[in-house]
């Protein structure tokens, strides 16, 4: 398993921009499809964004199309949500994960990953 790490969440005002990142350790880094998944207090954790190993692939939520980019540096062992034009029910815990495998949009599901951050709290105020 590879070990994930947030950071960059705070508080915005909404239309505001934050850009999450998610350190990975380990070596196979590159061989992981990377996602990105929210819960909001009394909601079940959902699906926000998903890369594959190149990077050259990406599937993101309808909720967030347009507005979230994800991207990934395997260089650094890195993967990011750059998230602009926030809006108050983006509120939540963000959270990184890892999943072996191909990027497939029907395994884009909190079950299909193995691999969790501890989570990073972004708060958008109207």
């Known amino acids: 398993q590879v070990q994930l790490v947030e950071s960059g969440g705070g508080l915005v005002q909404a239309g505001g921009s934050l850009r999450l990142s998610c350190a990975a350790s380990?070596?196979?880094?590159?061989?992981?499809?990377m996602g990105w998944f929210r819960q909001a207090p009394g909601k079940e954790r959902e699906f926000v964004a998903g890369?594959?190993?190149?990077?050259?692939?990406?599937y993101y939520a309808d909720s967030v199309k347009g507005r979230f980019t994800i991207s990934r540096d395997n260089a650094k062992n890195t993967v990011y949500l750059q998230m602009n034009s926030l809006k108050p029910e983006d509120t939540a815990v963000y959270y990184c994960?890892?999943?072996?495998?191909?990027?497939?949009?029907?395994?884009?599901?909190?079950?299909?990953?193995?691999?969790w951050g501890q989570g990073t709290q972004v708060t958008v105020s109207s």
């Open positions: 994960a890892a999943k072996e495998g191909y990027l497939l949009r029907a395994d884009l599901k909190v079950e299909h990953f193995g691999s």
């Open positions: 380990g070596r196979t880094f590159s061989t992981y499809v």
């Open positions: 890369i594959s190993w190149s990077g050259g692939s990406t």
